[in-house]
Nanobody, 124 residues
Framework: HVQLVESGGVSVQAGGSLTLTCRAS????????MGWYRQYRWNRCKLVSR???????RYYDSAEGRFTISRDNSANTAYLQMNNLTVEDTAVYLC???????????????????WGQGTQVTVS
């Protein structure tokens, strides 16, 4: 049973920073890419960043230049460091496994991936 647990979401002021953590269990973590999605209206999720099995990162939209994704395979953990936050970054962030097909936008919790429950980031 795959389980992904996010943490690190907090309330911060604009311009601030935080790091999200996604701890995985029930899977061979090193065999999977990992992604961070941002939830918006109608339970839709949009990919913010992903990291391949080999550690190569990719960023989407406003994450470029501000966010850094990383992973620690020995700890079965993925991270998303978020800098220079703006109010537009306010959302629930979910981590998910990324397979051979990268889904950039989908219904949160879709069958494409295994998903965590999310962690709330609030920027004011």
């Amino acid at each position: 049973h795959v389980q992904l647990v996010e943490s690190g979401g907090v309330s911060v002021q604009a311009g601030g920073s935080l790091t999200l953590t996604c701890r995985a269990s029930g899977l061979n973590f090193g065999d999977f890419g990992m992604g961070w999605y941002r939830q918006y209206r109608w339970n839709r999720c949009k990919l913010v960043s992903r990291i391949r099995k080999d550690g190569e990162p990719r960023y989407y939209d406003s994450a470029e230049g501000r966010f850094t994704i990383s992973r620690d395979n020995s700890a079965n953990t993925a991270y998303l460091q978020m800098n220079n936050l703006t109010v537009e970054d306010t959302a629930v962030y979910l981590c998910a496994t990324i397979g051979s097909v990268v889904v950039s936008e989908t219904t949160c919790g879709s069958d494409y991936s295994d998903w965590g429950q999310g962690t709330q980031v609030t920027v004011s």
